[in-house]
């Protein structure tokens, strides 16, 4: 049941109050259905998240492919489709950049070109990638009508705890005007998992919550979900992953990759 429209205006209040830092970077991860109705559809929403970064922030929201047998075009190359309305409108939008490659992110703002150039990124969301230059920089995390099941920023500090599961994945690039299967391995799993982070900032108070239009929003520091996650994967490597009891497929994968070294 719909309620009230917001305007743009009343979002960045909302997310002022929320805690998001004028000037700073911020990562977004959006379900623009929970968020809605705000005047101008997701583009209102976006309007509004660049109210409250101001001129002197940097806005970054996912831009991932889920296409891996095609070459990725930052021109044509739709954002995956479980990313939801709003990172498609916003690639799209003036000013943007958007990353050259399959793990991509997309943003504006003084820091846009810092956090999306470079070569593919391997894993896709590891230290040398968009997610993990939003780290680098103290960005906040933001997750808007979404759970910590799609906080990417959780596959960073797979990646930097170095957790022992893995699957072959690959994508595919454009090399001498020819496409090129690159092969790799990634941590992945179901990610429900990831709901685990909840209680582990919770603990130590270092998660934001409150309205954003009419969803419920997090907020945290990229810095602590990584610190945070990678002590909790020191002690238990396993501990995103389903138990063997749970009967979730994904995560049987991730955990036979284990066994298979
Ligand atoms: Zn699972």
């Known amino acids: ?3 009230r429209t917001f305007r743009p205006s009343e979002i960045a209040d909302q997310l002022a109050a929320l805690g998001v830092r004028k000037g700073g970077v911020l990562l977004v991860h959006t379900a623009f259905r929970q ?4 005047e101008g559809g997701p583009a209102g929403l976006i ?3 660049r109210l409250a970064l101001g001129p002197e922030g940097t806005l970054v929201l996912p831009s991932f492919t889920d296409r891996d047998d095609a070459p990725f ?11 939801g309305v709003t990172p498609e409108i916003f690639r799209a939008l003036p000013g943007v950049v958007r990353s050259r490659h399959y793990a991509a992110c ?3 703002g003084p820091l846009a070109d810092a956090i999306t150039r ?3 990124p391997i894993p896709p969301h590891g230290p040398d990638s968009p997610i993990g230059r939003v780290h680098d920089l103290d960005g906040q995390v933001l997750l808007l009508g979404v759970g910590h099941d799609a906080n990417t920023t959780l596959h960073l500090a797979e990646a930097v705890a170095r957790v022992p599961y893995g699957a072959a994945r690959w994508f595919t690039i454009l090399r001498d005007g020819l496409p090129k299967r690159v092969d790799y391995r990634e941590p992945d799993h179901c990610c429900e998992g990831f709901a685990r982070m909840e209680e582990w900032l919770d603990v130590e108070g270092l998660q934001a ?3 954003v239009g009419h969803a419920h929003a997090r907020l945290m520091r990229a810095q602590d979900v990584v610190r945070i996650a990678v002590e909790r994967l020191r002690a238990e490597p396993l501990a995103f992953l389903h138990g063997p009891a749970a009967g979730c497929e994904d995560c049987d994968i991730a955990r036979a990759s284990v066994r298979a070294g």
Not at 35 to 38: D, F, K, L, S
Not at 73 to 83: C, E, K, R, V
């Open 47 to 49: 309007e509004g998240l």
């Open 118 to 120: 470079g070569p593919p």
């Open 209 to 211: 919550e409150g309205p």
């Open 35 to 38: 968020v809605r109705p705000v």
């Open 1 to 3: 049941m719909p309620g």
């Open 73 to 83: 075009d930052p021109d044509t190359t739709p954002a995956a489709s479980d990313l």
């Open 106 to 108: 997309a943003a504006i």
